[in-house]
């Protein structure tokens, strides 16, 4: 783990650095070749001028340096310039290496001195002037020094100091910057470097890759994997989990399979979240054939599925609305010994509520107790949902009583929508002002259930207010909030005001979009305005957006209420919705 070292104003200036740094020159700095060592000696200065060198001592009076000792003489030194000098003494002595705590120690020591100095030139100036002759080691150890730090600005000119002295960065060096140019964001730099180094190792490669994997660069992963290979490297067990994991969030289920045929092939165990993960990516795109033969390849490898396994393939059968074939599953894991955990019973909760199977929902809710699991903040709000979707609303004081779950954002704006649903809008007002009062700051979702609420409470002026001071504060809105405010001005019987509000939100280009469109047509019909509404209907195909079922049922139910049959048979689109439901 990297040191976090707190940045002063003056550093966090210079970082800004970072963006106009001659990146070109680092990568055309001279290559080691094969021949060559991997750092050239140093040039050792014949004059004397402002130098102090160090007293030597015989090899009997010699201390004996451990860790120890260092870190102890470090915590010790009168100045940072001392320190780092004898730090770098140190290094130089026969069979003596630095560990981690030493080089954590120097963190804040070159840092400090970076924000007297202001530059790398400026310290090894420094350590020149107390007579430290500057040899590729030193620098070399103020780069490691800045690596470990995070300190990357230093890492580039201690990396630039290596050219101006004549030193030829060795591959160590060279990996170190590209690490740091993968972390600033320069991912094409830092493949001009590995590409330009003559001699690189197995570190050059696993450095790539694993920067390439966070920024999610599958192209270029499968083209670093390759020249690892033909160099004759093959990535580690835990390297090409990172890279199977990054093919199958970009649904490259091919490229992934591959991967994990390697790690079968080099004889490595293959860990059961490497055939989770893929097994996981199939479901995904609903390839349940494939995902099933995964399962069973991973039992004739001697990898026997956990919880998590069989916790993906139960979530994709039920997405797919293939609820028996996730039960069977279920019982498959169950007769196996894999008793359920609480993300399982979340999962379980949640899709059985989208497929309409309150029941099985509310089971295995009541059955955490019996599996001794504690409920947690989305295990609340999917019971929620459930209770909502099958209006058993009184059924909530029971099932929570003596519950105690630290309430998160999610939490109070599922209360919210639960309130509002249940009809107790001032029930989510209260719960709104609580939320504020707690220290958290209310999103979009929050600010639909207070709207939600004021309205169903019928205080229009109070929603309104709160919905003009929304849209004033710049808030990240989406079509949600605008809708429910229009919908709740309906409800009350206010439709003009309604379709003015709409007007408003198109003329301003706020996001509105197909449920949008739906409840202003609404609106027009109650408000007695029905001939409005075929050119609010070709207004809305124009700008893009696709009426859906919903929008011809309303349109058809408001032209029969109005007694208007010519215009239903003038709705265009309506003649293919009524021959699709008719196909099916």
């Known amino acids: 783990m990297l040191w976090r070292f707190r940045w002063t104003s003056r550093r966090c200036a210079r970082i800004h650095a970072l963006r106009s740094l001659p990146f070109s020159s680092l990568v055309d700095l001279p290559l080691p070749s094969p021949a060559q060592s991997s750092v050239r000696a140093a040039r050792a200065s014949s004059s004397g001028e402002n130098r102090r060198p160090i007293r030597q001592v015989s090899g009997k009076n ?48 070159v840092a400090r001195l970076g924000d007297r100095h202001g530059s790398v030139s400026c310290i090894v100036g420094e350590l020149q002037s107390i007579g430290c002759a500057i040899k590729a080691q030193t620098l070399l150890l103020l780069l490691r020094i800045y690596w470990r730090g995070g300190l990357y600005e230093s890492v580039l000119e201690a990396f630039e100091q290596m050219g101006r ?12 910057l590209m690490d740091v140019l993968f972390k600033i964001g320069r991912v094409d730099v830092a493949l001009e470097v590995l590409k330009r180094t003559h001699v690189p190792n197995f570190l050059s490669f696993n450095i790539a890759l694993c920067n390439l994997c966070k920024v999610d660069e599958p192209g270029k992963i499968r083209d670093v994997a390759r020249s690892m290979l033909k160099n004759g490297f093959y990535p580690n067990i835990a390297t090409l989990e990172m890279v199977l994991n990054a093919f199958v969030k970009k649904s490259r289920l091919v490229e992934a399979t591959q991967v994990l045929t390697l790690m079968i ?28 033969y995964l399962l069973e390849k991973m039992g004739e490898s001697g990898c026997t599925p956990n919880v998590v396994t069989y916790t993906t393939l139960i979530k994709g059968f039920m997405e797919s609305q293939m609820v ?15 008793a359920p955990d ?78 509002c649903e249940a009809g107790l809008p001032s029930l989510a007002v209260d719960l709104y002002d609580v939320m504020i009062d707690s220290g958290f700051t209310p999103d979009k979702y929050s600010f639909v259930g207070l ?29 949600h909030v605008h809708t429910t405010i229009i919908n709740g001005l309906i409800k009350v019987g206010k439709c003009h005001q309604a379709i003015r509000f709409f007007r ?54 408001g032209f029969c209420k109005d007694k208007d049959a010519k215009m239903v048979t003038q709705v265009n689109g309506l003649d293919e919705v009524i021959c699709c439901h008719e196909g099916t």
């Open 165 to 176: 002295f004549g030193f030829t960065p060795n591959t160590f060096a060279r990996n170190v």
């Open 324 to 338: 028996n074939r996730a039960v069977k599953i279920l019982s498959v894991m169950e007769s196996k010994g894999n």
């Open 265 to 292: 092939t080099m004889g490595g165990a293959v860990s059961v979240n490497a055939w989770s993960m893929l097994i996981n990516g199939f479901c995904r795109l609903q390839r349940f054939d494939m995902a099933g």
């Open 342 to 419: 609480l993300v399982l019973c979340n999962v379980l909760i949640d899709c059985f509520c989208k497929n309409g199977r309150f029941d099985d929902a509310l089971c295995i809710f009541i059955s955490l107790s019996e599996r001794n699991l504690v409920p947690d903040s989305y295990t609340i709000c999917s019971l929620l949902t459930t209770l909502c979707h099958s209006r058993r609303f009184s059924l909530m004081p029971v099932l929570v009583n003596g519950l105690d779950i630290e309430a998160d954002l999610v939490l109070y704006n599922s209360l919210l929508s639960y309130f």
């Open 62 to 109: 010699r201390p004996l340096l451990t860790p120890d000792v260092v870190c102890s003489a470090l915590s010790s030194c009168p100045s940072d310039l001392i320190a780092l000098r004898f730090f770098m003494w140190c290094a130089e002595q026969p069979g003596y290496f630095h560990d981690r705590r030493s080089f954590d120690r120097m963190v804040g020591v």
């Open 451 to 479: 709207l939600s609420g004021l309205c169903g409470a019928r205080r229009i002026d109070a929603a309104l207010n709160v919905y003009n001071g929304i849209v004033r504060s710049g808030s990240d809105l989406d079509a």
């Open 504 to 557: 408003k939100a198109v003329e301003e280009k706020y996001e509105v979009d197909v449920v949008s469109y739906t409840v202003a047509i609404r609106g027009l019909f109650r408000g007695g305005r029905g001939h409005e509404v075929t050119a609010l209907y070709d207004e809305m195909k124009g700008v893009g957006i696709s009426p859906d079922t919903q929008v011809y049922n309303m349109m058809v139910s």
